[in-house]
């Protein structure tokens, strides 16, 4: 054990960073947001914060470029009193639409249907007099398509949950990108040194900041085409350069001038690689590209993933963690559909479908389609997505071998002519519990009454476990330690090749998968996650000392009078089943993987008295906000972030409000160690 005495908190620990400033501190792009007293998380929740928060979790939080965009749209395009959120497919801009619709006659049954419009806006940066000059592609080259879901204002609490729940919301990226283009062809209309004001969309565009986007030298070419299921969505293409908005951001640098850094010192790909970024985001997810290796071979023949035949074609990239749920769910259930309508599930037959069905979205209850099993205490706008879109479903919370039992006799008591449960989603393990599910028992039910398993692989992440092998599909939120630096929000989907229903959820993925994924993002966290598997074997490392060193001091580790009831980790907490599904071998020995997996990097713990908790909170020294899975640790009192609103019912699920979770990170351990003892100390004093 270190020596944990005396010494102030250092060794690589984050600073002080100030209530509501951006989590990592200065950084544009950035998914989570300081919230460092106990106090500022209940007034956030209670709204007191509005004037304060820089930024917040994307899906939480319109950033503040997305809001500036709408603004603009709104000046154009809405009636008084109309309020807007932007979409960059058709497709979801009428599932927003149909979900609004749904929860508003749910809430006024008989009342008149929401008035709602959508407005296609495309965009492109009208070529100048220099453009003869040789440059490289850039996304300002190709038209941009934006969905404009318009509405009273007093509406927009539906359109914000859908934003939340199903994370396809645009990112602050393509917002700044949109309002390059707008500054840049108003200004086109504007001649040098006249006097007339520039109109109010070109000014208000004017206050973007220019953070662009490419990375390195290193390529990754794809072997052979991709998939037309990774095509990019259609639009025009300009056959000339165009110049972008010139203006400087606050630290003196143009947009082109950010590019440039990130390309030469960032070691990002150019814009021009983005579709090979994607391959490489791809490949890595799948197992066939590891780490960040000077010079890759093109493809591995052999995935490090559990599963044979897993390749890139099988890895779908979305915008965001929830996104992917969200699909995986849109997925299981028009496949059920065309199972019961006795249709033949091929990628034309579900396209008709989609085009003919009289509810595309399922957010209606009247469809022929089972309901879904959310197994465990998930993340929350999970049990929302499998609530509100399609008839519901069964809620084992607490994910105990005693509900999977109860899961058995349900299953076993379904009525023989009603359509049967088609899904089981769960974590592994769970947030944030860090319970582990019976995965094995769980894959004979579903073999056994046919139906389909996803499981999140968020927080046990697929270099320390290999839950492939029991799920159908895969979803992760690739936001978290697979980016690591909290500046890029995506998710990613692996299907199972040896999955029995493997044909058939390709048919439907065919049909329904747009990639959406903007090409400066993927550049970002292609970047990101080329170390990704060191990184991890770091975190660990960390994560288990801490949860030893706060196991040991809880009343759970023998200490009956301490202030701290017990340490969440999967080392403590159904480790039988961790270890079921825990890699044994290291994941890949060139990049600095550990001899076998970890037990990842988060950990939650729970005091006797919420004084205790406060006290632990504030004491703490290391960045606190939303999120997890970062380079810096990450602490909140996620209960209150969560479910403040449904406190009692998360009790019911042993998740308490005396509870903080904490994401390890890359930090001296010693000095994580000094830190994690004085705000213990300090819970002791409350």
Known sequence: MANVAGASPAGGMMPHIPVGEPIPPNVSHAVSVSLPKWQDIVDYEEGRLSDTMQTGYPRFFIHHSIQKLSRILLDKFAKPNEDCILFVTPQHASQCRDFMHAMHQRQHPGMPPIAIRIVRFSMLAHPTQDDHKVRMPNPDDTAIRLYIVLFDREHFPLAKQFWQHT?????????????RIIAHNASLLTPAGSKHEPRRDMSLAQGVTPRGGGFGRRRYQSSRSLDALHAEPSAPSSSSS???????????????HSVFIEERFG????????KDAKVALRRRIAGTLLGS???????????ARKVSGVSEHDVFLFPSGMSSIYHAHQTLMLLQYMTQKGEPVTKEACEHALRTMPDPSFVGRHLPVGKSVCFGFP???????LQKWGPGCHFFGRGTDDDLTALEQLLESQPPNEPKIHALFCEFPSNPL?????????????????FCVVIDETVGNFVNVEVLPYADMVVSSLTK?????????SGSLVMNPQSKHADALRAVLSANYLDIFWMEDAIFLERNS??????????DKNAEAVADYMYAQSRAGGQADSVLMCAYYPKYVTREHYETCRRHEPYDESVGSAKQGGFGGLLSVEFVTQAAARAFYDALECAKGPSLGTNCTLACPYTLLAHYAELDWAAEMDVSDKLVRVSIGLEDTDALLRAFSAALAAAAQA
């Open 167 to 179: 994370g396809l919301g645009i990112s602050s990226r393509v917002a700044d990108h949109c309002m």
């Open 267 to 274: 070691r990002n790909l150019p814009f021009a690689l983005a």
């Open 293 to 303: 290796l000077e010079d890759e071979p093109e493809e591995r023949s052999v995935s």
């Open 242 to 256: 165009t110049a972008v908005d010139t203006k400087e951001d606050d630290e003196g640098l143009t947009h082109e």
């Open 379 to 385: 993340y929350t706008d999970t049990l929302k997505v």
């Open 434 to 450: 860090l319970r582990s599910a019976d995965l094995p028992r769980i894959r004979r039910l579903a073999d056994k009454y046919d």
């Open 481 to 489: 330690v697979f980016s690591g630096d909290c500046n890029v929000m």
């Open 530 to 539: 080329r170390d990704f598997v060191a990184r991890i074997a770091r975190i």
